[in-house]
């Protein structure tokens, strides 16, 4: 293991010193680290400059898990992405690769903890609301690496050269999780209730402990262990829902995609947001979703003559919904029932060549399809978007290349801020938010531990809560079979929690806890949809282009992701500790 940076970063948010009376009272160059450490203003800066690690709940410039999964259609230049889902990694890879080296954040959160708890000038409540804070941001870093990594080096201190710094990793997978779940207990006993947007709250921290008891409960090697988890998982989501401070958004379009809503929404149990001072649409999700086509020298005039579109697209495609995500989202159809988009009457009765492949394909959708994706004759951006062949999102018609055209012929709307009157070009200024933990997630996490635990009925209740509100599909029957009512609370989860860092983690979670050696949803190429140029046949078709980049394999060994050959080498404790499989 490298030796870990003890050089302390002190105060680098200087533009925020002026908002706090007590910051000015000496100058700004004489910010020791003592003066850092002696008011709890000064303290709650250097928390707020680690705020950055709720960033690995849900990465604002990238999506990693979700390209990982069958929800993505990647192309080929990404390089990790294809690695990882082709199974093709191997533990040569860096540091930095897949996120193993966070020691630098831990040791940020570790000396919040010492500093604030050895300073003789912040008031005990103060101290307890800083230290929340830092455990809070520790546990979010170890359970984040815990469902990569699997066990982990766990250090709860800060270390100094005098230390030993060649450390193990825990003996057990328990003893790690133990360490997140003490931490996120320890932060919900003492955070406030309520606070600013974006702030840790109570809430926040009951949410991500029911999260991470729920997954750890699926790595752990014995029933005692696996039911205390799910216990603490349940009442966690059950002291969470005691606030009764948080409700569904009733607009799923705007929670995601109108960044004033996604501040104010009570929904929102941990937000991140970012301003315009300070973000442009390169570092948003949009710019790796939105495609390059429009301008003259790109779009073929005869297609722009029949489907003329905004010229503003700059985008950086790299990754676009794959057919299996579209045929999640269920169709209410004629007798009111919510079902399968091949099983109902509009499927059943279509006339190929003679009636609009949309109509009976894309019609009387669960509502967030609309929020989600775009397809075929959709508006985004001030244009009707043809995917069809001769379309002008054909990834054929474009002059220049098709890098940046989507393969699958869909495009993703969630999280781009899309039909805003806003510019799809890489320095275009804008507010953006994420939402690393909400209430609709909270409501899944709960149904599912209730599933585990054989409340089967009650499970179905608040499955039945993200359906209604966010999907407009009628109540599932509270009479479900087990089976069935899995079955119903997997699809819901998919489509409620799209690109929002929780497919991937879920599939291996249900993997394990079913003991699978293959996830056969990661071990099947994803495909495509080619609609004719009359927009009256399609057929479902391999991803062309980029097929081998989605050439999807799964074994055993990628339930947990490789500790970096660098860092075995170089620390003897982790000599003979390598995670299965990849030795």
């Not at 009925?457 to 359906?467: F, H, Q």
């Amino acid at each position: 293991m490298k030796k870990i940076n003890i050089g302390v970063a002190i105060l680098f948010i200087v533009s925020l010193f002026s908002c706090h009376d007590d910051l000015n009272n000496y100058p700004l160059a004489d910010h020791s680290e003592d003066k850092v450490w002696n008011s709890a203003a000064s303290a709650q800066l250097f928390v707020n400059g680690t705020f950055y690690v709720k960033d690995l709940l849900m990465n604002k410039s990238d999506n990693l898990s979700d390209d990982w999964s069958d929800d993505m259609v990647i192309n080929s230049q990404m390089g990790n992405a294809q690695n990882m889902v082709r199974e093709i990694l191997t533990s040569d890879h860096n540091n930095s690769t897949y996120g193993w080296d966070k020691f630098g954040d831990l040791r940020r959160c570790n000396l919040i903890i010492e500093k604030v708890t050895a300073s003789t000038s912040i008031n005990e409540n103060d101290k307890i609301h800083l230290i929340a804070q830092a455990k809070m941001l520790r546990g979010i870093i170890n359970f984040t690496q815990a469902r990569k990594f699997g066990r982990l080096i766990i250090i709860d201190k800060v270390l100094t050269p005098e230390d030993e710094l060649m450390l193990p990793r825990t003996k057990t997978i328990k003893e790690t999780y133990d360490f997140v779940l003490n931490d996120l207990k320890d932060a919900a006993a003492n955070l406030p209730e309520t606070a600013e947007s974006g702030a840790l709250t109570k809430g926040a921290a009951y949410a991500l402990l029911a999260e991470a008891a729920l997954h750890g409960a699926a790595y752990m090697e014995n029933d005692n262990d696996k039911k205390e988890y799910y216990n603490i998982s349940k009442k966690a989501s059950e002291d969470l829902l005691a606030l009764g401070k948080y409700e569904l958004e009733s607009d799923y379009d705007k929670l995601f995609n109108d960044y004033n809503t996604g501040l104010n929404s009570k929904e929102i149990i941990l937000g991140s947001y970012w301003l315009s001072d300070n973000t442009t649409l390169s570092g948003t999700w949009a710019i790796k979703f939105g495609p390059n086509q429009g301008a003259s020298n790109k779009l073929p005039p005869s297609v722009a003559e029949v489907w003329p579109m905004n010229d503003n697209m700059e985008g950086w495609l790299e990754k676009s919904p794959s057919q299996e995500i579209v045929d999640a989202y269920r169709v209410i159809d004629t007798d009111g029932k919510a079902k399968k988009w091949n099983e109902t009457s509009y499927y059943n009765n279509f006339k190929p060549g003679v009636e609009e492949v949309g109509d009976m394909l894309y019609a009387n959708r669960d509502t967030r399809f609309y929020s989600t994706i775009v397809y075929d004759k959709c508006s985004y951006m001030n244009s009707i978007l043809t995917m069809r062949v001769g379309g002008n999102m054909y990834y054929k018609n474009n002059l220049e290349k098709d890098q940046h055209m989507t393969k699958s012929g869909y495009l993703y709307r969630k999280g781009c801020y899309v039909d805003k009157d806003l510019l799809l070009a890489w320095n275009v200024k804008m507010n953006y938010h994420l939402t690393p933990l909400r209430l609709g997630r909270s409501y899944l996490n709960y149904a599912e531990v209730l599933l585990r635990l054989g409340e089967t009925s009650k499970a179905i209740e608040y499955v039945n809560k993200t359906r209604e509100t966010h999907g407009n599909l009628p109540a599932l029957s509270t009479g479900l079979s087990l089976a069935e009512a899995w079955e119903e609370y997997k699809n819901e989860r998919r489509v409620e929690l799209v690109l929002e860092n929780d497919r991937y983690w879920s599939l291996l979670r249900w993997g394990k806890e079913e003991g699978l050696s293959t996830i056969p949803e990661l071990n099947t190429p994803p495909t495509a949809i080619e609609i004719s140029e009359d927009g009256k046949n399609y057929k479902f078709i391999d991803v062309p282009v980029v097929a081998s980049a989605n050439n999807r394999a799964f074994t055993s060994r990628r339930y947990f992701l490789p500790i970096p050959k660098n860092e075995i080498l170089t620390n003897n404790a982790l000599a003979n500790d390598q995670n299965p499989g990849w030795e």
